[in-house]
């Protein structure tokens, strides 16, 4: 699903040298496999949203995505996590089995839910179905297997 604050987010990372990939729970163990084979500082930013009036709008749906991310890079072995992605791999590992539901329960899920979107929802909840990790290059995101 577009996310305006994300794709500001990845273009001003992008533009200050960062390699931006972007994660999610459908492709979270991926993202991490390719994170820990590339090694180096990693930097996970739960997007948020931006509320009318463009002021942020916290989405405790980027922080569970996050969070599965820094969880599944903390399976794979990686050491050294900031209290900050600590706080958010232990809010995604809590969820356990009620992700689904939450995720139609938190604010993002019930505006989608209310504007038709509730599908959509129930795809962004399959956790590990994509081996996909989008790589930001010349403004597109692509597939980092194309990338070679």
């Known amino acids: 699903m577009p996310s ?12 200050q040298g ?6 999610c729970l459908r492709n979270r163990a991926a993202v991490a496999r390719w994170l820990q084979a590339r090694g180096g500082t990693v930097a996970v930013v739960a997007a948020g949203e931006r509320w009318p009036d463009d002021s942020l ?7 569970w ?16 996590f900031s209290p900050e992605a600590r706080a958010a791999r232990a809010t995604y590992e809590a969820i356990g089995t009620d992700l689904a539901a939450a995720l139609h329960d938190c604010a993002g899920g019930q505006e989608l839910d209310a504007l038709g979107f509730g599908a959509d929802v129930d795809v962004a909840a399959e956790v590990g179905a994509s081996s996909v990790v989008p790589v930001l290059r010349d403004g597109v995101f692509v597939d980092a297997a194309a990338l070679g």
């Open 18 to 23: 960062c390699v931006v990939v972007g994660a």
């Open 65 to 80: 995505g996050a969070g599965a991310v820094l969880s599944a890079l903390a399976a794979g072995g990686r050491p050294g």
């Open 57 to 63: 709008r916290p989405a405790v749906e980027d922080l």
């Open 4 to 15: 305006p604050n994300g794709s500001s987010i990845s273009f001003g990372l992008a533009d």
